[in-house]
């Protein structure tokens, strides 16, 4: 109880400390202890476009330009039409794109009605891709302009505003939204903000308000389609009313009558209904049976969905029901039964392409069982997984002759803060991210008591994806100093990546630099390219107008190395639309999407660098996909990853890949060459603060080496 109770404090002062990182102004006093130290500007001005990229104005550029390139042209209302229909099917930034079109059609006829309607659909695609604050500001936007139908933006929009707010655990705010909502929603949709309004009110504890709301639902409803949906809220109110048992009739009932297209849809929430029945009934070991017997039918309801991008969304809502069942094995004591479930939650979608590409025997299990795991680890390796659920973080330490869980008291809403806080007083260059680092490596790693020079491959979950472990302190020293690191979005997908065989043939092919516009150019990256080039006779590089996106996707599948130095931009509202720049073409900008990226061969391809600014930022969905970049090479066929987490210093970077890239040519695992290369930046005059050296991540395969060069 008391190494609990420092925890706690521990975790409490990071927060605080990260408070002077973040908004120093509100703390005086650490003001010169918290000055920027080193010219980040680059760094900034990166992240200040980003944040920029999907204002209004920004989008109303950009459906000019979309609407005057395409050869298609609709109307306004065509295009919101066409908004919402791409968000349902997870298309987000497609959707984005469409609404965008009609902006800037509403804004050229200064039709408010159209207008109104564009930053609905706008709020609503927002809100759907978890961006809760443009979710809100297109919202607002939207609620005032004047209209003629008030049924078609006053409902959706204080909607998205009620959801935002439950999402964030404000359920009085969101109460309040839905509310204002009902009398301005048409008679099809008011159902909806009344089903949103009784969860709220669960989530309140307004108990009574929420029986009332369902009693008048019940009454007013007669669409068959809500019936299913009206039975699932009516048993959660149960049991927040404290009646498991008659909870538990309600979700057989639900059980036994799913049937239809969505049958095993249905089944599922039925059966996570019945184990937290069963849970508050006490009986904690058929509570555990019955979550594993719905994750085990899992997949047939993935299989219902015919788009890959709404089956990931589909697989990210069942992350609270994984969470409930690896929390309560790991009560019962089965931390190796906890392990297999978290492993079995994650990146699904990218582990079955990886599986296929592999060409395993069929029938083999996608996942990889903690106790297969120990025997094809190396004695001086150690996996260090973990999980982030609502109320506490684990940690699974696997070795080849054990396993051992910790638990840290640290709310995954606390764990959010830590890591971007900490992640934004890097970039910021602030000296007080050391003394952060040194308290969130004694807060995650010193209680893992890990030995000395093993070998770590991080497993993050959550915002953990975005946190550098090579940049945490252990009394006193980084990490990076102690451990080879590499990180990979799950372990069975990196054992799956070793199947393909660690042994690269050393054939490089680079580009950079690229002729995009004089504000983009790089000439630190065509230094960089042209070391490598040194350490890798043979290789084929292109730079300026030379490195193209035809070329990239003429030459990318014929290589064992690819190597890029150029822009990158990370699109936070659907990944696989981030981009490299490349050089332009026909006279326009031309750039590399990460969704393109799926459609290459890259079977012979070992490894690939992204030398580029942030790189490796894609969204982290509740169901842990990580998408971006990191997905779509992975699935297209590449073994293993080198991406930023971070806008890059030009200088640092160069001595860092040429390091790695002279490791590698000299016999070192890119495990390995990554650790000295990491130490040769930290070690240089002038750039010892993480923000030089620890913005890049090993993903993937870690024991890749190079061999025989061709």
């Not at 908004?23 to 000055?35: C, K, T």
């Not at 500007?41 to 390139?69: H, I, K, P």
């Not at 990491?678 to 913005?695: E, I, N, S, Y």
């Amino acid at each position: 109880m008391r190494a609990q109770l420092t925890l706690i404090r521990l975790t409490a002062a990071i927060i605080t400390t990260f408070a002077g990182c973040v908004a120093a102004q509100d703390l005086p006093a650490l003001r010169s202890h918290d000055a920027v130290v080193i010219d980040t500007s680059t760094a900034l001005n990166a992240q200040a476009r980003m944040d920029d990229a999907d204002t209004a104005l920004a989008l109303s550029a950009d459906g000019a330009l979309l609407y005057g390139a395409s050869p298609l042209k609709m109307d306004g209302y065509q295009y919101c039409s066409q908004a919402v229909a791409l968000a349902e099917k997870g298309e987000l930034r497609q959707s984005v794109r469409a609404a965008s079109q009609a902006l800037y059609l509403a804004q050229q006829s200064k039709d408010d009605e159209l207008l109104a309607r564009a930053y609905r659909d706008l709020a609503i695609v927002y809100g759907y891709g978890g961006d809760y604050d443009k979710a809100v500001a297109f919202a607002n936007a939207a609620l005032k302009r004047p209209v003629k139908d008030p049924t078609q933006i006053v409902g959706p929009a204080h909607k998205v505003l009620g959801d935002a707010a439950a999402r964030q655990g404000d359920y009085n705010g969101a109460i309040a939204e839905y509310r204002l909502a009902m009398p301005g929603s048409s008679d099809h949709y008011r159902p909806l903000v009344q089903l949103s309004l009784i969860n709220a009110l669960i989530g309140a504890g307004d108990l009574a308000g929420a029986r009332a709301e369902m009693e008048k639902l019940k009454i007013a409803s007669t669409d068959p389609l809500l019936s299913t949906e009206l039975k699932r809220t009516e048993a959660k109110l149960l049991l927040a009313e404290q009646k498991p048992a008659d909870t538990l009739v309600l979700y057989r009932e639900l059980e036994h009558s799913a049937g239809g297209d969505d049958g095993g849809y249905q089944r599922f929430w039925a059966e996570d209904g019945i184990a937290r029945s069963q849970l508050a009934m006490g009986d904690k070991a058929q509570a555990a049976a019955t979550w594993t017997q719905a994750l085990d039918g899992l997949d047939q309801v993935r299989a219902q969905f015919r788009s890959e991008e709404f089956k990931i969304g589909l697989f990210s809502d069942v992350q609270g029901v994984f969470a409930q069942a690896i929390d309560l094995y790991s009560k019962m004591g089965d931390s190796a039964t906890a392990f297999d479930l978290s492993e079995r939650s994650r990146s699904r979608a990218l582990l079955d392409e990886v599986r296929g590409r592999a060409k395993l025997t069929p029938g083999v299990a996608s996942t990889i069982p903690v106790a297969v795991l120990q025997k094809q680890l190396r004695p001086d390796e150690r996996v260090v997984e973990f999980h982030s659920l609502p109320e506490r973080l684990l940690v699974w330490v696997v070795s080849s002759d054990g396993v051992h869980e910790q638990s840290y008291p640290i709310p995954h809403k606390d764990l959010v803060r830590l890591v971007d806080a900490f992640r934004q007083s890097i970039i910021a260059g602030r000296r007080s991210a050391v003394g952060a680092a040194e308290q969130l490596g004694e807060l995650l790693i010193k209680p893992l008591n890990l030995p000395a020079n093993a070998r770590l491959i991080i497993v993050p979950h959550g915002p953990l994806h975005y946190l550098p472990f090579q940049a945490l302190r252990v009394d006193d020293h980084y990490l990076i100093e102690q451990h080879p690191i590499s990180v990979t979005p799950s372990i069975s997908i990196a054992m799956q990546l070793i199947q393909r065989g660690t042994v690269m043939n050393g054939s490089l092919t680079a580009f950079g630099n690229p002729d995009v516009a004089p504000q983009y150019a790089l000439p630190g990256s065509e230094a960089e390219v042209k070391a490598l080039a040194a350490a890798f006779p043979g290789t084929q590089l292109f730079l300026h107008d030379q490195a193209t996106k035809d070329r990239f996707e003429a030459s990318a599948g014929k290589t064992s190395l690819i190597h890029v130095a150029a822009h990158a931009q990370a699109d936070t509202i659907d990944p696989l639309y981030s981009r490299i720049l490349l050089a332009n073409e026909n006279g326009k900008v031309d750039f590399l999407e990460a969704h393109e990226v799926l459609g290459l061969n890259l079977d012979k391809v070992s490894l690939v660098t992204l030398s580029a600014c942030e790189s490796g930022l894609g969204r982290v969905a509740d169901g842990d996909e990580v998408l971006g970049f990191t997905r779509s090479f992975l699935s297209a066929g590449s073994s293993g990853l080198i991406v930023s987490l971070w806008p890059v210093s030009d200088d640092a970077t160069k001595l860092l890949m040429s390091t790695l890239y002279g490791e590698l040519a000299k016999g070192s695992d890119v495990q390995v060459a990554m650790q000295r290369a990491q130490l040769a930046v930290l070690h240089t005059k002038g750039m010892d603060h993480p923000f030089f050296w620890a913005p890049f991540d090993v993903i993937g395969d870690w024991r890749l080496t190079v061999g025989a060069k061709p």
